[in-house]
């Protein structure tokens, strides 16, 4: 099996999950930003990884999700939501309709560290934005529990 696992991520909370994907999967497999991503139709298993801007995947995942067709897929992701939010699974939810003709065979996100001045500009806002109250508890994430619990899931999906 081919695996190519492709990634977004400004200040690296997403490459932190795609680097632990890459890792878990056995067989032929590639990692690549999003910026240098091949065409997805060349492989038979994607990972696929981006971060929340404005409740939904980064605009330049926006663009490569609906480009994955036919092929199995996970999705992952990094936001300053709590894990498990309606803000977060509204996000992931979004990213499988833009990818309705993979099949998705998994997700997994947690929180990811928000960079204090995006807090602090959010925060002045009249009305600041509904996930930028659980922000300050992203410091630290992903975390080692984050990484494992990930591994895990790749490990028990490509399991044979
Ligand atoms: C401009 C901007 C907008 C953001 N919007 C959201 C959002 O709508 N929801 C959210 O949960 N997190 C939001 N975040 C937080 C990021 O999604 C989070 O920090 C993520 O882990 C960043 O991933 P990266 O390090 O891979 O770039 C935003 C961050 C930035 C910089």
Redesign the pocket.
């Known amino acids: 099996m081919r695996s190519l696992v492709v990634y977004s ?7 932190k999950l795609a680097e632990t994907v890459y890792k878990a999967l056995t067989g032929e497999k590639e990692i690549c930003p999003i910026s240098d991503a091949p065409d997805p139709s060349d492989w038979d298993f994607i990972a696929m990884g981006f ?5 939904k995947p980064d605009p330049m995942s926006l663009e490569y999700l609906p480009r994955i067709k036919g092929k199995s897929l996970f999705l992952f992701a ?4 709590a894990a498990g939010s309606e ?2 699974l509204n996000a992931m939810n979004y990213a499988k309709d833009l990818a309705f003709e993979a099949k998705v065979v998994g997700s997994y996100s947690c929180q ?4 204090p001045k ?1 807090i602090e500009h959010a925060q002045a806002k009249p009305e600041p ?1 509904v ?1 930028i109250a659980d922000a300050p508890a ?1 410091v630290g994430h992903p975390d080692e529990t984050n990484i494992e619990e990930l591994k895990s899931l790749i490990v028990s999906l490509t399991a044979v």
């Open positions: 991520s400004q200040t690296d909370n997403t490459r971060w929340l801007k404005a409740g990094t936001h300053g939501a803000h977060a990811g560290e928000v960079d995006i934005p996930w992203a």
